[in-house]
């Protein structure tokens, strides 16, 4: 035990940059790393099974809905009650028009086919959802959901329109990332359908590990939407977050993308 004190003081006096190597990474917000909750749609199971459950242990996330849709505009009240205690509106399109000429898009409405959309016309449509969302919650600044990931209307993408009015846009797909990789327009995420409660933590564990940022994705919790997460594996992230607060930073997309900002201010 002498001689190992005797190390340690000798390092530590002849060169006291080595205690930085016992010094985890605090990057995000003086912790090591970064997670983001979204989830999709405005699904009424979010309010039921989501919301309770990360007020319970005092975690916020960004919840993207397209305000057409009839859930949605059925439980307008229970969102402004959302918004107000600090969850995120994030923006979704108006219609959540997506390409359907892709693979498995033949659900895509006729009038929502975006690659048909002009520039106008998607512009047009964030910022109408904007203003509806403005309304509930009195914010100024949101984030962007990509619908079904598709970024182009025709064969030009609309990032113009996306970098015009929001921080940041997420991504659907992808892993964690570090901070120097980040893509603040198209910030990849964890797509959540079917993994069981370890897979959903091994995310966790990894941006731990390598100080990233990830994003889970989800749709359904419990049900509610074809892309499911069960009951049992949503609460066991979250239970593994909330037992690892003091090393993990659990916050809605709008106050990372701001946290970020500010990191290339003071750069
Ligand atoms: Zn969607």
């Not at 009839?70 to 009650?81: A, I, L, Y």
Request: charged content about 20%; overall charge neutral.
């Amino acid at each position: 035990m002498k001689t190992r004190v005797c190390i340690f003081l000798f390092m530590t006096v002849v060169n006291p940059l080595s205690l930085l190597c016992y010094q985890p990474n605090f990057l995000w917000n003086g912790k090591q790393c970064a997670v983001v909750l979204t989830y999709d749609d405005g699904l009424v199971v979010h309010l039921t099974n989501v919301i309770p459950l990360l007020d319970s242990v005092g975690f916020k996330g960004t919840f993207y809905i397209p305000p057409s849709f009839p859930d949605f505009q059925r439980h307008v009240e229970e969102w402004k009650r959302v918004a107000a205690t600090g969850h995120e509106l994030g923006n979704h399109t108006l219609f959540h028009p997506c390409n359907s000429s892709l693979p498995g898009r033949e659900w895509v409405p006729m009038e929502y086919r975006l690659e048909c959309y002009s520039m106008k016309r998607i512009s047009d449509e964030i910022e109408l959802a904007n203003f509806i969302l403005t309304t509930l919650d009195g914010k100024k600044s949101r984030t962007f959901a990509y619908t079904c990931g598709d970024r182009m209307v025709g064969t030009v993408s609309y990032h113009e329109v996306i970098e015009y009015n929001f921080p940041a846009a997420r991504g659907v797909g992808g892993n964690g990332v570090t901070y120097a990789e980040i893509d603040k327009y198209n910030i990849p995420s964890v797509v959540v359908n079917g993994q069981s409660g370890d897979e959903l933590i091994a995310h966790v564990e990894n941006a731990l590990q390598n100080n990233h940022l990830v994003v889970f994705l989800f749709h359904g919790v419990g049900g509610g939407h074809a892309y499911n997460c069960s009951l049992d594996a949503h609460r066991a992230l979250i239970s593994y977050l909330n037992q690892r607060k003091n090393v993990i930073w659990v916050a809605p997309l709008v106050e990372v993308a701001e946290f970020l900002k500010q990191k290339v201010l003071v750069r």
